[in-house]
């Protein structure tokens, strides 16, 4: 699905079964990653935000969001029902009430005038309060204060001609400007500049606009020869005042709506001497020299480095910072990485047309130097590589049709000779008319990042590089904030933002754990977990599963059959002791089979057992796949043959958990295949005594909605967009999902809603929400009163847009 183009009908997740097998929705238990929440219906519902970022901790655990939220509108006499009923701490309003939207519905509801806060905004509901429950604490958060400038910022149009697409060039050109003209024609201001058209001054420029002619040398390349210029048009021209007012009064709680163009201006403030200094990818800078690179495999090592974003919080303005890593290409000889990548020595053998075609597409577009001629290291892109070895390689010298060997041409215009004439040359330059170097000759140019797919192994290695303990990361961040020393930032200083050096404290409470119920045939009907842990020992699954007939492929090498049948006794025994109806025996006895030849293993496994179960009118319900540890693409290969061209669940074991036969193991992955079955583990026991606030009293469907992008690199696959939403209620802890194809790097769900003409009713509803909405009232019999949609938005400008869309 991800390499095709268009917009194919949306599929549910697993999609229907094909060729006898079948394909449940999947069940999940409860949530996933933190995103942003709010409620659709009625539109007074209180939003409960948990002030967390994604992933990388851009926003701390406290008792605030990560935005300003203003305390409860009004007092409570005017509170409609479920924010009376939501509200733990029902506090005074504060002195200066905040005209956000949900005062303006309030007084639409006792006939007053409504005044939105902008004609734009998306009308949320307000927080009804702060919380009281729990333990409190103090926490530290990756945030450091930040003054707000008293400055009158002024915002240019910036043109560059000729126009060059690299932000590289165009901050060379605004450099060498600065450098020339700061003192004679910019009244000696020093401008941020974000790389393309827009250039910011703490203050008036002494012209309204004005042309500038900049000249750029290429770097020295040691030959002693003249370095080639170019020549640039810069045009600068006034196009607006940055009003960083609008967001001193959303700090203070007094504007509804974040002003994004400030934000802007400051993070381009402070991303101007970072971009200078290191190498820059999205909001993140890398270099060498911030920590100790670590290979990755296949001519790869990673990068420490560092994310950064300026962001309003009820603290105020703060900088997030946080440690982050990457994949950057190792500065080895050419030959040296392709005998990595390709894992095997080149050095004294001729490459095959399948290495010369991965070599090929591994080093297209990257930069490298040559390394015969001295101190003279000129650099070339690469372009592609030759069919054909070195030493069969000719070119014309002269007009006359004078052609020349490669090996004798370096013979004797630069005394080098070649030594492995077997290999392949590298292609620079034009393609119609290429230049040959020999891969011994050249060197990968250091600071190139990787931006295509990482395989299994080196993600592996990244998450190992960048997992950390609490207090190692905060000493880290702590180092890195001293380091970038913001207080000598001279962009900073001219701007007039302060950064502080001390990781932001937060108000936090612990909150109390639920207490969770599972079967009356256990011995423990209920438990209450500790510091976030409990197990299944004496306790059965609520609801258990039904696994009829499963069988299971070895695909690890090192897993003797006698172990493998073991292992899947052990785990069918544990299913069933969990409260599970799980048969013992397999339908086959487990197989072993080839991990490069999955796809024909595994649907020649589920034939035979279909010959078995198709006479009795049975189905597979589940496939046991054992993969060695370090399985590369052989997990995703697995899924996509069940879940997609077999229809039916699959459950994926490692070569390490077969070995331990460890009985906390068997439980983890019972629970696991019970879910995907559609059994439940356990219940909330507030869910079953209608405890829940905005959940428990009233039919409530939960929507979760993202969108997976391509890899950068890649620029022909389709985004894909997933919704999930519970399928029961009052204890929501199933699950169904829909994914869908969509266009390329679309953030918007685009079949999200979607109205079509049909040819005798006309125009009718259709869309991934309408299919959930459907799903759930089979499944509970009811039609969903209230809907709380969970949204995550890659671009915080895009969240009020996405949001409109969900409730179109």
């Not at 003054?147 to 060039?169: F, M």
């Not at 690179?293 to 974003?309: A, C, K, N, T, V």
């Amino acid at each position: 699905m991800g390499s095709r183009r268009g917009r194919p009908q949306q599929q549910q997740y697993p999609p229907p079964a094909r060729g006898g097998g079948r394909g449940p929705i999947p069940q999940q238990q409860g949530g996933g990653r933190g995103t942003q929440g709010f409620t659709a219906a009625p539109p007074q519902h209180p939003r409960h935000d948990a002030a967390a970022g994604r992933g990388r901790g851009r926003a701390a655990r406290g008792d605030g969001p990560s935005s300003p939220a203003p305390a409860a509108a009004g007092p409570l006499g005017r509170l409609p029902p479920e924010l009376r009923q939501a509200m733990e701490d029902p506090s005074p309003p504060p002195a200066q009430p905040v005209p956000v939207p949900a005062q303006a519905e309030a007084a639409a509801a006792t006939g007053q005038a409504a005044i939105p806060a902008s004609s734009k905004a998306i009308r949320f509901p307000l927080r009804p309060g702060k919380g009281s429950a729990g333990t409190r604490c103090l926490v530290k958060a990756n945030h450091f204060i930040a003054q707000l400038p008293d400055k009158d910022l002024h915002h240019y149009h910036v043109s560059i001609t000729p126009e060059v697409t690299s932000r590289v060039v165009n901050r060379a050109v605004i450099h060498e400007l600065v450098n020339l003209h700061r003192a004679a024609y910019l009244g000696g201001r020093l401008p941020a500049y974000d790389g393309r058209k827009s250039l910011y001054t703490a203050g008036p420029l002494p012209f309204a606009s004005k042309e500038f002619q900049i000249t750029l040398l290429d770097d020295d390349d040691g030959s002693g020869a003249q370095r080639r210029q170019r020549n640039f048009k810069v045009v600068i021209k006034f196009a607006a005042r940055a009003d960083l007012h609008r967001l001193g009064m959303f700090l203070a709680g007094r504007h509804a709506e974040a002003p994004q163009e400030a934000l802007q201006v400051l993070d381009i403030v402070l991303r101007e001497l970072p971009s200078a200094r290191y190498a820059p990818f999205g909001r993140s800078f890398f270099s060498p020299d911030l920590g100790r690179r670590q290979p990755l495999g296949d001519g790869l090592e990673s990068w420490r480095g560092f994310y950064q974003s300026i962001r309003p919080t009820q603290m105020g303005l703060s900088l997030n910072i946080d440690m982050s890593a990457t994949a950057f290409i190792e500065p080895l000889p050419v030959i040296d990485y392709a005998a990595q990548l390709l894992r095997s020595d080149i050095h004294s053998r001729p490459l095959s047309d399948a290495e010369r075609v991965k070599i090929k597409k591994a080093l297209r577009g990257v930069k490298v130097e040559v390394t015969h001629r001295g101190n003279m290291r000129r650099k070339y892109r690469i372009s592609g590589l030759t069919t054909q070895a070195t030493r069969e390689l000719t070119f014309p010298v002269d007009e006359g049709g004078t052609v020349k060997s490669v090996v004798q041409y370096f013979q004797e215009t630069y005394g080098f000779a070649i030594q492995h004439t077997y290999l392949p040359c590298l292609q620079v330059g034009n393609q119609q008319r290429p230049n040959y170097l020999p891969m011994e000759v050249c060197k990968i140019v250091e600071g190139q990042r990787y931006s295509k797919r990482l395989n299994q192994n080196q993600i592996r290695a990244l998450l190992d590089e960048t997992c950390q303990y609490p207090r190692d990361r905060e000493r880290d961040i702590t180092q890195m904030v001293k380091h970038n020393a913001y207080q000598e930032d001279p962009y900073a200083k001219e701007f007039g933002i302060k950064i502080s050096d001390r990781l932001a404290s937060v108000d936090a409470r612990i909150l109390p754990a639920p207490r969770l119920k599972y079967n009356e045939t256990g011995r423990e009907k209920d438990c209450l977990p500790r510091v976030g842990q409990w197990n299944m020992m004496n306790k059965k699954m609520v609801n258990g599963g039904k696994v009829r007939s499963w069988m299971c492929v070895n695909f690890a090498r090192n897993v003797p059959d006698k172990l493998a049948r073991d292992f899947c006794h052990q785990l069918a025994q544990m299913c069933q002791d969990s409260g599970m109806d799980f048969a013992l025996e397999p339908v086959l006895p487990p197989m072993s089979a080839r991990p490069d030849q999955v796809e024909r293993a595994l649907k020649a496994r589920y034939h035979e057992a279909m010959n078995i179960l198709g006479p009795q009118r049975r189905e597979l319900d589940l496939l046991i796949g054992i993969l060695p540890d370090n399985n590369g693409s052989l997990y995703g290969d697995l899924k996509r043959v069940c879940e997609i061209d077999l229809g039916i669940v699959s459950q994926c074991c490692c070569t390490k958990q077969v070995f331990k036969l460890n009985k906390q193991i068997y439980a983890n992955i019972a629970l696991k295949i019970n879910v995907k079955v559609g059994g439940r583990n356990t219940v909330l026991v507030d869910a079953l005594s209608r405890r829940i606030p905005l959940v428990t009293d009233r039919p409530t469907i939960i929507f979760g909605a993202d969108v997976t992008h391509p890899h950068p690199g890649e620029d022909s696959s389709p985004s894909i967009a997933a919704v999930v939403a519970s399928q029961d209620w009052p204890e929501v802890t199933r699950y169904a999902g829909l994914v869908s194809a969509q266009a390329h790097r679309q953030e918007l769900i685009e079949d999200l809603y979607k109205v079509r003409q049909d040819p005798q009713k006309g125009p009718v509803s259709s869309g991934m929400i309408r299919e959930l909405l459907i799903s759930f009232k089979k499944s509970t019999g009811e039609k969903p009163q209230r809907i709380i949609f969970y949204r995550f938005v890659h671009a915080q400008s895009e969240n009020t847009r996405s949001c409109a869309v969900c409730f179109h």
